[in-house]
């Protein structure tokens, strides 16, 4: 078996490419076209301060909060990028410094989760239909009513488990369970099946009472408004699968996922992740 790097060993890669980059950047995911995803999305935010042609992938979120507790004093501009995940509602020690930014959603994948940006993409790829038409195919707000509600309530049991207790698996429950039809559009009973199953577990651990007073204390954090709740909801696991299979039903199209996310990725908006600029750790 071929040991893997260490660490230390996979965030000192950025050396080869100082002629490049001007600033150093490091993330969690290390799946194949993620540094290239995220080089298109950085590249945008750092537009005339910092070159950025290639992003650092280190491991799980741990690897990347050590490397950065780690790092050497230098004069290079640097940022290491952790996931928002669970931890959003659940609350954890990581908060924003110089050098370690959170991202303020679950996952990068939400900032993909853009429907003007996926329009885009898909009116590219098809030949035929016009752009107002397909905006209408995909009549995005009619997704949000039918799918934002439940979404938000099992990622808010999804929070208040992983709150009780963190060794529990909870998002890795495969999304496709809970689909109902080819529009991405989730099965109430089945979504609140799982609800069901979540919040027993939970009050087994810890009572009816306290379980209570944890997920209120979630639900209070949020203004009712469905960019304000999706953004609590996996993008990568959960978001993004539901709108490709809505994108995919109604152009019919080849590319594959990581193709279409960094399409999107260059056209996106990025507001929610502006604020980066004032954490880069810089000498």
């Avoid at 940006?117 to 039918?146: H, S």
């Avoid at 089945?190 to 919040?199: A, G, H, S, T």
Wanted: aromatic share 10%.
């Amino acid at each position: 078996m071929i040991p893997e790097r260490s660490d230390v060993a996979k965030s000192a890669r950025s050396v080869f490419f100082e002629d490049v980059n001007d600033i150093d950047i490091y993330i969690e995911d290390t799946a194949t076209g993620y540094s290239k995803l995220f080089s298109i999305i950085f590249s945008r935010l750092f537009e005339g301060k910092y070159r950025v042609k290639k992003v650092f992938p280190i491991g799980d979120r741990n690897s990347v909060i050590r490397q950065h507790s780690n790092h050497s004093r230098s004069d290079r501009p640097s940022i290491y990028i952790v996931d928002g995940d669970l931890f959003i509602l659940a609350g954890d020690i990581v908060e924003n410094e110089p050098g370690l930014f959170k991202l303020p959603v679950y996952c990068i994948e939400n900032l993909l989760c853009d429907h003007e940006a996926i329009i885009d993409v898909l009116d590219e790829e098809e030949p035929v239909i016009a752009r107002d038409q397909i905006v209408e195919m995909f009549d995005y707000y009619d997704w949000v009513d039918k799918n934002c509600e439940l979404l938000f309530q099992i990622f808010i049991e999804y929070s208040a488990l992983f709150k009780i207790d963190p060794t529990v698996k909870t998002v890795a429950f495969p999304v496709r369970n809970f689909v109902t039809s080819e529009k991405g559009n989730l099965s109430r009973e089945k979504v609140f099946k799982r609800i069901e199953d979540l919040r027993a577990h939970s009050i087994s651990i810890v009572g009816g009472t306290q379980y209570e007073v944890v997920r209120n204390e979630m639900i209070s954090q949020f203004r009712d408004e469905p960019s304000e709740k999706l953004r609590i909801v996996s993008g990568k696991d959960y978001l993004f699968p539901l709108l490709k299979m809505r994108a995919k039903s109604i152009v019919k199209t080849k590319m594959s996922d990581i193709n279409f996310k960094q399409r999107i990725a260059k056209r996106c908006g990025l507001a929610r992740v502006s604020q980066i600029s004032d954490y880069v750790l810089c000498y």
